[in-house]
């Protein structure tokens, strides 16, 4: 089992046809994903890397009972894809593209709230079920199926942290890239309740950063419910200067806002394992899964 997406998740991608949106699907139909068209308007009709192409996501889901779709869009067409996926019924919408303006991204949310579909990103590296199915830019070289589920704000560390739990023979039951803007989709909280429902994750990982909200909601969360399952965290950040952006959107320590340091303790009480560093995210499954 996994969560969100499996070997039998029909996958569209926005923008196929362009140069990343070629050449990320390549390697993921090479890796065994079931991608099963294109969008693009204009192009309905033609095929593209052998896959039929549609004009619109309505037209694509119709034909090919889709439930998945990335978007692989410049910024300022973002939001609408975004929308075009919601209004078709699309299940799962990954979108990596980077610096979608806020305000198109509120929209997003508006419409995001009464429907069906769940939105992984902006700016999100993607998601990975190991061998099953690869929506995004997520490296899979790495990655073994197995039992712990992984949820991170960070690109480099998320290929980072799976790598050593596949060293240690910890494989993975999804990998989630929730995206670096201050306004996304799924957010930590909404992984770990996922991740709780799902039978094959034993653990969760969480790749943590300074701004925003998503560990303060992930720590309320976790202190109000019996979990039942290890939960590590690795919070980054703890020397950034206050009030600049490192990396990305979202990573903002500004003045009044909870440090590296706050949001670790937060965890903490919570009932989350806390790891010093990367090279602690390991040993600390190993000796949470070893006492449960």
């Given at each position: 089992?996994a969560?969100?997406v499996d070997?039998?998740t029909k ?6 046809t362009?140069?990343?949106g070629?050449f ?5 139909v090479r890796y065994?994903s079931n991608?099963?068209g294109?969008?693009?308007?204009g ?5 593209h ?23 692989m869009v410049p910024a ?6 975004m ?5 078709a ?8 593209t980077?610096r979608?303006p806020?305000h198109?991204?509120v929209?997003v949310k508006?419409?995001?709230e ?8 902006p700016n999100?590296q993607g998601i990975?079920t190991?061998?099953a199915?690869k ?9 073994q199926?197995?039992?712990?589920g992984?949820?991170s704000?960070s690109?480099s560390?998320t290929?980072?942290?799976l790598?050593?739990c596949?060293?240690?023979g910890?494989g ?5 890239g929730i ?6 989709g799924l957010g930590f909280?909404g992984c770990?309740e996922?991740?709780?429902?799902d039978d094959?994750?034993?653990a969760?990982v969480l790749i943590a950063e300074?701004?925003?909200r998503?560990?303060?909601e992930a720590?309320e969360?976790l ?5 039942g ?17 490192m990396?990305?959107?979202g990573t903002?320590s ?6 590296a340091?706050?949001k ?5 009480k ?12 390991v040993p600390s ?7 449960g």
């Amino acid at each position: 089992m996994a969560i969100l997406v499996d070997a039998d998740t029909k996958v569209i991608v926005q923008g196929m046809t362009g140069r990343s949106g070629t050449f990320y699907t390549d390697l993921a139909v090479r890796y065994g994903s079931n991608y099963v068209g294109g969008v693009r308007p204009g192009k309905g009709g033609t095929r593209h890397l052998g896959l039929p192409m549609f004009d619109s996501v309505a037209e694509a889901r119709e034909a090919t009972g889709a439930d998945a779709s990335l978007v692989m869009v410049p910024a300022h067409h973002a939001a609408e894809a975004m929308l075009e996926a919601i209004e078709a019924g699309i299940r799962v919408i990954v979108c990596v593209t980077e610096r979608v303006p806020v305000h198109d991204m509120v929209r997003v949310k508006q419409a995001l709230e009464g429907s069906d579909s769940v939105l992984i990103g902006p700016n999100s590296q993607g998601i990975l079920t190991p061998d099953a199915c690869k929506i995004g830019v997520m490296p899979t070289r790495d990655a073994q199926p197995g039992p712990i589920g992984i949820a991170s704000r960070s690109a480099s560390l998320t290929s980072e942290v799976l790598a050593q739990c596949s060293r240690a023979g910890l494989g993975q039951s999804t990998t989630v890239g929730i995206g670096g803007d201050a306004v996304h989709g799924l957010g930590f909280r909404g992984c770990l309740e996922k991740f709780r429902e799902d039978d094959a994750t034993r653990a969760v990982v969480l790749i943590a950063e300074i701004g925003g909200r998503e560990e303060e909601e992930a720590a309320e969360y976790l202190a109000s419910v019996d979990y039942g399952k290890p939960v590590v965290v690795l919070v980054v950040g703890r020397h950034a200067p206050a009030q600049r952006r490192m990396g990305h959107a979202g990573t903002l320590s500004l003045l009044g806002a909870a440090s590296a340091e706050e949001k670790a303790d937060l965890l903490r009480k919570a009932g989350a394992i806390v790891a010093r560093d990367t090279d602690d995210v390991v040993p600390s499954i190993q000796k949470a899964l070893n006492k449960g």
